[in-house]
């Protein structure tokens, strides 16, 4: 049963992904993206991350979706129809480096043992939010002051020139 | 093979299709999009060797993988506006500079 649903997501996921790299419109490729973005909430689900599949879905396919389309909307719409589509030697080339990497990389990856298992946990939220606030609690603390900087850089960038 | 090795070759596929799309698109808002799906599947990769070793700590670097992507698409799209804003945009190949 779970190799079922894994079968159908990773099919889900790997055509989302396609089509977002290559599809000519970019709002297209925005909702490609957005399509990937929801298959990826259900692997993490499979895998028992219930937490993170939220999170996912909230901060992915809520806000930084929007975001593009806002930002495209934006932006004059013959701006961004001059240079759409991808360039067709680079995907030439890139396409057997891609391929090449993924063959070395699944090989090394099937033929290895992962480390052993340590542990189950019963209570996924619980117990991540228990390790989040007491081995991590300094670098979450300075993820909140990246996001500070993060947001007065975008506006000091977006900000028009007087 | 197990279901967490799947997953693991699965978000590896991800993260080179996204490498993919970083070399091959021409409209710089497209190279974001691409950049995202890198960083999903970094996070798919974190997932699923999480729950091979039944740990946390993995899903929360990938709690800070979203953050960070977070803060870029902020930074990312700001750049990418004036970008556009400035002069005559002319596309991800003739962008060689950002000072004016």
Known sequence: MEWV??????AWLLVSVVGAVLVKN?????????SSVLAVAGVFLLLGAELLAGLQLIIYAVAIV??????ITTIPWEKVKRFEGVYKRELLFGLPVVFVLFSLIAFTVARGDLAEPIGAIEDNVREVGRTLFTSYLF???VASVILLVAMIGAILLGRKEG | MSLEKACLLLGIL??????LGVMVRKNLITILVSTEI???GVNLVLVSVDSHLGRVDG???ALFVLTVAAAEVAVGLGLIVSLFRLRG????????????
Do not use: K
């Open chain 1, 26 to 34: 970019p709002v297209h490729s925005i909702l490609f993206f957005l």
């Open chain 1, 66 to 71: 929007v975001f593009y389309v806002l930002v």
């Open chain 2, 59 to 61: 899903q929360i670097f």
């Open chain 1, 139 to 141: 670098p979450f603390e």
């Open chain 2, 38 to 40: 890198m960083l999903n």
């Open chain 2, 14 to 19: 991800v993260f080179l299709l996204g490498l």
């Open chain 2, 89 to 100: 945009y002319e596309g991800s190949s003739e962008t060689v500079h950002l000072r004016d």
């Open chain 1, 5 to 10: 649903i894994f079968g159908f997501l990773s």
